[in-house]
């Protein structure tokens, strides 16, 4: 296996030869982005919704009652900057909605959470991104009881009540993740709960006819979409499916599914492309287009991969999903941006150990635009290459920048000149 590459003075992106576009991330041309989510008044399809949604987050802006305390619209201006095309409101039915398994339902709690959609959806629409509301219950997917099923079917209905004129751009994702338990364990049970949920959302009318919904993998992984019943996909043009499998990243656990080190070894790399062939062998079956609801290319747990192994990860990841045109959303926003402070996080703390590991994030972010996959292996010769290049690019880019500042005093704007002055100033 390859050994952990070390820390030197460069980036991933500096040693790997990594081709960047000059945008942010995916470049528009890939097919996942470059549409606008600005309201639609037509039906958007599922296949369309795929190709529109390109990559964004998944948020906690409804998993606490806290979580939109500090909201401001700059932070959809922002993500929109850096190129952010969907948001995965991650939503805790368990504190909107229902409290308890044979509760019923909380209007006031209820109401709350609907407001909040409407201070967020009006902005992620202006911006064009496409919101995309999950439903979480962990007590629910574990006992799945009767009563859970019966309060899981009831609140998508009056969600869905309350938003079926929003606009198409908003989309429903039955299950945020359905891990260990009853409901995973019981494939019937999992078919009734979602075609339950899907026939409530769609008597509410509206929009809500001929929105995209998107199911929930019966066991995370693409591997398990083949459990859902076909009389639920049969003809549905305006049905999607959400997997995942790195939600919480890769790691260093030897023989495992996510197991990464270095820049990839071929067996590394064949595991991230098994499971797209998973997904796209279902959708080649039902038809139904995928997308990927959760991933992370840094370990969250374990804290095991280097700064480097998180990018190399991230760009190989990221160029296997632009392959297959399938869109994702990362875990977490947090993560990457300060929604306190309206600005992105330059350091975090990665890891659940007593020995987190202090990842770059913004170069986590770069690597994610990288237009070619990490080459295997690396070479002295190919990274000296690349070390030249980027000294020219370098030196152009420090050209345009004296540029501009001339140009900036010469037009009377000193403030101007002193931003490009202090963005250009190491850091």
């Given at each position: 296996?390859?050994?952990?590459?070390?820390?030197?003075?460069?980036?991933l992106l500096r040693l790997l030869g990594l081709?960047?576009?000059?945008?942010?991330?995916?470049?528009?041309?890939?097919?996942?982005?470059?549409?606008?989510?600005?309201?639609?008044?037509?039906?958007?399809?599922?296949?369309?919704?795929?190709?529109?949604?390109?990559?964004?987050?998944?948020?906690?802006?409804?998993?606490?009652?806290?979580?939109?305390?500090?909201?401001?619209?700059?932070?959809?201006?922002?993500?929109?900057?850096?190129?952010?095309?969907?948001?995965?409101?991650?939503?805790?039915?368990?504190?909107?909605?229902?409290?308890?398994?044979?509760e019923v339902v909380d209007s006031a709690s209820?109401?709350?959470?609907?407001?909040?959609?409407?201070?967020?959806?009006?902005?992620?629409?202006?911006?064009?991104?496409?919101?995309?509301?999950?439903?979480?219950?962990?007590?629910?997917?574990?006992?799945?009881?009767?009563?859970?099923?019966?309060?899981?079917?009831?609140?998508?209905?009056?969600?869905?009540?309350?938003?079926?004129?929003?606009?198409?751009?908003?989309?429903?994702?039955?299950?945020?993740?359905?891990?260990?338990?009853?409901?995973?364990?019981?494939?019937?049970?999992?078919?009734?709960?979602?075609?339950?949920?899907?026939?409530?959302?769609?008597?509410?009318?509206?929009?809500?006819?001929?929105?995209?919904?998107?199911?929930?993998?019966?066991?995370?992984?693409?591997?398990?979409?083949?459990?859902?019943?076909?009389?639920?996909?049969?003809?549905?043009?305006?049905?999607?499916?959400?997997?995942?499998?790195?939600?919480?990243?890769?790691?260093?656990?030897?023989?495992?599914?996510?197991?990464?080190?270095?820049?990839?070894?071929?067996?590394?790399?064949?595991?991230?492309?098994?499971?797209?062939?998973?997904?796209?062998?279902?959708?080649?079956?039902?038809?139904?287009?995928?997308?990927?609801?959760?991933?992370?290319?840094?370990?969250?747990?374990?804290?095991?991969?280097?700064?480097?192994?998180?990018?190399?990860?991230?760009?190989?990841?990221?160029?296997?999903?632009?392959?297959?045109?399938?869109?994702?959303?990362?875990?977490?926003?947090?993560?990457?941006?300060?929604?306190?402070?309206?600005?992105?996080?330059?350091?975090?703390?990665?890891?659940?150990?007593?020995?987190?590991?202090?990842?770059?994030?913004?170069?986590?972010?770069?690597?994610?635009?990288?237009?070619?996959?990490?080459?295997?292996?690396?070479?002295?010769?190919?990274?000296?290459?690349?070390?030249?290049?980027?000294?020219?690019?370098?030196?152009?880019?420090?050209?345009?920048?004296?540029?501009?500042?001339?140009?900036?005093?010469?037009?009377?704007?000193?403030?101007?000149?002193?931003?490009?002055?202090?963005?250009?100033?190491?850091?």
């Amino acid at each position: 296996m390859p050994a952990p590459l070390r820390r030197t003075g460069f980036s991933l992106l500096r040693l790997l030869g990594l081709v960047l576009s000059p945008c942010h991330l995916l470049p528009a041309s890939s097919g996942i982005l470059g549409a606008s989510a600005s309201s639609s008044s037509a039906p958007i399809t599922a296949a369309d919704y795929q190709a529109r949604i390109g990559w964004g987050f998944d948020t906690d802006f409804f998993k606490s009652t806290t979580g939109l305390k500090k909201y401001d619209p700059k932070i959809m201006v922002d993500l929109k900057a850096k190129g952010v095309k969907n948001l995965r409101l991650r939503t805790r039915g368990d504190i909107f909605g229902f409290n308890s398994a044979t509760e019923v339902v909380d209007s006031a709690s209820l109401q709350e959470l609907v407001k909040g959609y409407r201070t967020v959806l009006p902005d992620m629409y202006a911006n064009g991104i496409f919101p995309i509301i999950s439903w979480i219950n962990d007590a629910s997917e574990v006992q799945a009881t009767d009563a859970q099923g019966d309060n899981f079917v009831e609140w998508w209905g009056k969600v869905a009540e309350e938003l079926k004129d929003e606009p198409y751009e908003l989309s429903f994702n039955l299950f945020t993740e359905i891990g260990d338990g009853n409901l995973k364990d019981d494939p019937a049970k999992y078919n009734d709960w979602t075609r339950r949920a899907i026939s409530a959302i769609r008597s509410t009318g509206g929009n809500n006819g001929n929105r995209v919904i998107i199911l929930g993998a019966p066991a995370k992984d693409a591997d398990s979409l083949s459990r859902i019943d076909a009389s639920i996909t049969t003809g549905q043009q305006y049905l999607m499916a959400e997997w995942h499998l790195y939600a919480s990243g890769p790691n260093k656990q030897v023989d495992g599914q996510k197991y990464w080190a270095g820049t990839g070894s071929s067996e590394d790399r064949e595991r991230v492309n098994k499971v797209f062939r998973d997904a796209m062998a279902w959708t080649a079956s039902t038809d139904i287009p995928t997308w990927i609801g959760a991933w992370m290319p840094y370990d969250n747990i374990g804290a095991t991969l280097s700064q480097e192994e998180v990018e190399a990860f991230a760009c190989y990841f990221a160029s296997v999903a632009r392959d297959n045109h399938i869109p994702w959303s990362m875990n977490k926003l947090d993560n990457f941006y300060d929604v306190r402070q309206k600005s992105w996080v330059q350091t975090q703390d990665i890891g659940r150990s007593d020995a987190p590991v202090t990842l770059s994030m913004p170069p986590i972010l770069d690597a994610l635009q990288c237009s070619s996959a990490p080459p295997l292996p690396l070479t002295k010769s190919n990274a000296d290459i690349y070390l030249a290049q980027r000294r020219v690019e370098q030196s152009r880019a420090r050209s345009q920048d004296r540029h501009r500042i001339h140009r900036s005093f010469m037009i009377g704007d000193p403030a101007a000149a002193a931003a490009v002055t202090r963005a250009m100033e190491p850091e």
